[in-house]
């Protein structure tokens, strides 16, 4: 049976206080149900554990397709977010995918955190998948391999883009510039043609989506990836 592992966001609020933010929604129940679909046994964590704050955007009618909006209506699901384990417990787990769900919260919990680091180091230097969509890809961009380069160094990928966040209307209130960070460490950011719309990206073991309008096809390609003999 494989095993995944889902990364999301503890962060709930922007650093001034004024916004709430966190998981954005679908970014996780994508991924959650396809994997559930094919028997694999899931595990979701936080950097800290505990409750997972969901984006309040992600609920939005507008912004809720038919899979999240299943979930979200499920009070098994929900409690399921409500108590979830500490990252720090399960650094002698093995998976066969880790994925770094998105939202805004993660920009602030995702780059630095040591744990993140070492686990996805390890992950992709015995050859398994590394799979991360919209902002969740900030948790790769201070991951470095044995060798002392940064992971996605070289690498083709995406990541929700300066201009996205402008559409967003979050470019004042995010701690940094996502697209030019990406670059900042040498990868190659392949953005979609026509902005808020989805992009997937798969450079060998490293797999990423550039927005939450990636999330069913960023499922659809991860599934096919773990898959392939």
Not at 47 to 76: A, C, M
């Amino acid at each position: 049976m494989m095993k995944i592992l889902i990364i999301v966001t503890n962060i709930g609020n922007y650093a001034s206080g004024n916004l709430k933010t966190g998981l954005w929604l679908s970014e996780l129940t994508h991924i959650y149900h396809a994997a559930k679909e094919k028997g694999y046994e899931i595990t979701i964590s936080s950097p800290r554990g505990g409750n997972v704050p969901i984006d309040p955007e992600s609920l939005k009618h507008f912004t809720l397709d038919k899979i999240s909006e299943q979930y979200w209506s499920e009070g098994d699901f929900r409690l399921l977010l409500e108590n979830i384990e500490q990252l720090a417990a399960l650094t002698q787990q093995e998976y066969d995918l880790i994925y770094l769900a998105g939202g805004h919260g993660t920009m602030y919990d995702f780059p630095d955190d040591s744990t993140i680091q070492s686990m996805v180091r390890n992950q992709y230097e015995k050859q398994k998948k590394v799979a991360a969509i919209c902002h969740g890809v900030g948790g790769l961009l201070n991951v470095k391999l044995s060798d002392g380069e940064y992971l996605i160094k070289g690498k083709s990928m995406t990541g929700f883009d300066w201009f996205e966040e402008t559409i967003a209307r979050r470019k004042r209130d995010v701690p940094f510039n996502l697209e030019a960070a990406i670059k900042e460490r040498g990868a190659d950011l392949k953005k979609a043609f026509i902005p808020m719309t989805s992009n997937v990206v798969v450079d060998g073991n490293l797999i990423t989506g550039q927005n939450p309008f990636s999330s069913r096809e960023m499922a659809k390609v991860v599934i096919e990836q773990l898959e392939k003999k």
